[in-house]
């Protein structure tokens, strides 16, 4: 089983700031086959990135997705208000599997 | 538009069972698998099982192999999680997912559409 490893825990940011998620895997994921989800309390997860870096339908272009093999990163080029979330990458190149999850908070 | 909505949480004792339905609308179901993912209070999103959109194959997590059961109607465009054996620790929130693509290629695959969620809880 690939095991995702996501860091930081917790990002403590202000609104107009630049962010970097990441998500590193135990073992190279095949295809590039690694997806991003935002999720809001009490709300089911929305899909920002499939195959590493293409934006799903309706995302903002202040979402972007990069990286390969074992090691891959989500940016949010400036931070806005409903961008308060947490953030789960998924591998779907063998089996599936989620990270552990990154949650961005309100400094 | 695409609508997944789950029903049949509830509260259980461990080793009881439950049923989780999930009613799709807005899209072709017969021409897409479907994946159920959960969610334990305060943590992150467990992978369960899928189901081709066939029904020909099924696919689990080691934690529910031999315990859950996926199966499909597509006459009621509905899936279905029939739940066995159920331990404390599959008190979560049950999301049913589809997939991105449709067809065989359903299983490996990021999920473009969620349901709302619903509660199962296994508490003595």
């Known amino acids: 089983e690939i095991v995702l490893t996501q860091s930081p825990g917790t990002l403590s940011l202000s609104p107009g700031e630049r962010v970097t998620l990441s998500c590193r895997a135990s073992?190279?994921?095949?295809?590039?086959?690694l997806a991003w989800y935002q999720q809001k309390p009490g709300q089911a997860p929305r899909l920002l990135i499939y195959?590493?870096?293409s934006r799903a339908t309706g995302i903002p272009d202040r979402f972007s997705g990069s990286g390969s093999g074992t090691d891959f990163t989500l940016t949010i080029s400036r931070l806005e208000p409903e961008d308060f979330a947490v953030y789960y990458c998924?591998?779907?190149?063998?089996?599936?599997?989620f990270g552990g999850g990154t949650k961005v908070e309100i400094k | 538009q695409v609508q997944l909505v789950e029903s049949g949480g509830g509260v259980v004792q461990p080793g009881g069972s439950l049923r989780l339905s999930c009613a799709a609308s807005?899209?072709?179901?017969?021409?897409?698998?479907i994946h159920w993912v959960r969610q334990a209070p305060g943590k992150g999103l467990e992978w369960v099982a899928f189901i081709r959109f066939d029904g020909s194959n099924e696919y689990y997590a080691d934690s529910v192999k031999g315990r859950f059961t996926i199966s499909r109607d597509n006459s009621k465009n509905t899936v279905y999680l029939q739940m066995n054996s159920l331990r404390v620790d599959d008190t979560a929130v049950y999301y049913c997912a589809r997939p991105s693509l449709g067809g065989y290629g359903g299983y490996q695959c990021d999920f473009d559409y969620w349901g709302q969620g619903t509660l199962v809880t296994v508490s003595s």
């Open positions: 195959g590493a870096s």
């Open positions: 073992q190279s994921v095949s295809s590039n086959y």
């Open positions: 807005g899209f072709t179901f017969s021409s897409y698998g």
């Open positions: 998924q591998q779907y190149g063998s089996s599936l599997t």
